[in-house]
């Protein structure tokens, strides 16, 4: 064999070799290419299974808030099954109905745009056999005045409401405060920087609202005897 043959025998086995190399890198960007296609038709078919039935969510549904005691978001409960708002609430509503047969112990209560299980009213006077007495809530006419005004008023500082009731009302929040009524919402954007307060989730559920939407509209007229009223604390006070 010449050197002219040898030579075109290795140039040969070099273009060979390179086309293999090619070859080898087209099936791995192929192959790389189709993992990445799959890769969101899995999450696609993962997301898919995680929707739920109407008659599916449910029992998943009175699983959540069972477990969870306290109110839940509607939205979180939506999301939990990939159902949107409006038809969880549907689900909520036929469950709310259907707890409302006398043959049930407990009931579904709407506050705001949360739910949560709890038992029936009348259960009452059998429970306190078993469970431990709650705490009563001794609402005093100062208190509920008070409250009042932070429930139309609200977001409001404890300084408002005194110029509305003309009296100090230190008592009247602290005992709000610790009956779960009331909460602080931050500060107002002015000197001092003082705290305003709102009404609580617990405020809905023991005035039996579901909403602030369905509080009875408090004229001026109430309003006036309110502060006549603390006027009249003050007098007697004073004497």
């Not at 112990?105 to 745009?113: A, K, P, R, T, V």
């Amino acid at each position: 064999m010449n050197k002219t043959e040898e030579m075109n025998e290795t140039e040969m086995s070099e273009v060979t070799e390179a086309q293999e190399i090619q070859e080898e890198q087209e099936v791995s960007e192929m192959s790389e290419a189709s993992n990445a296609q799959e890769a969101p038709d899995a999450q696609d078919a993962q997301d898919e299974s995680k929707h739920l039935t109407e008659s599916e969510a449910e029992p998943v549904f009175e699983a959540i808030l069972f477990a969870m005691g306290d109110s839940v978001e509607i939205s979180k409960l939506a999301d939990a099954v990939g159902m949107d708002v409006r038809a969880t609430k549907k689900v909520l509503k036929k469950m709310e109905d259907r707890y409302q047969k006398s043959d049930r112990g407990i009931q579904l209560s709407w506050f705001e745009n949360a739910v949560q299980l709890s038992t029936k009213p009348e259960t009452y006077e059998y429970l306190i056999k078993i469970a431990k007495n709650p705490k009563k809530i001794v609402l005093t006419d100062t208190v509920i005045e008070t409250l009042s005004i932070i429930a139309y008023k609200q977001p409001v500082t404890r300084l408002d409401v005194e110029n509305i009731r003309g009296v100090n009302c230190d008592h009247a929040i602290n005992k709000l405060l610790e009956y779960d009524l009331i909460t602080e919402l931050g500060r107002l954007d002015a000197p001092g920087r003082p705290i305003l307060f709102g009404t609580t989730e617990q405020f809905l559920r023991t005035f039996g609202v579901k909403s602030l939407e369905d509080l009875p509209e408090l004229s001026t007229v109430q309003m006036e005897e309110f502060k006549a009223q603390a006027e009249a604390e003050v007098k007697i006070r004073l004497d």
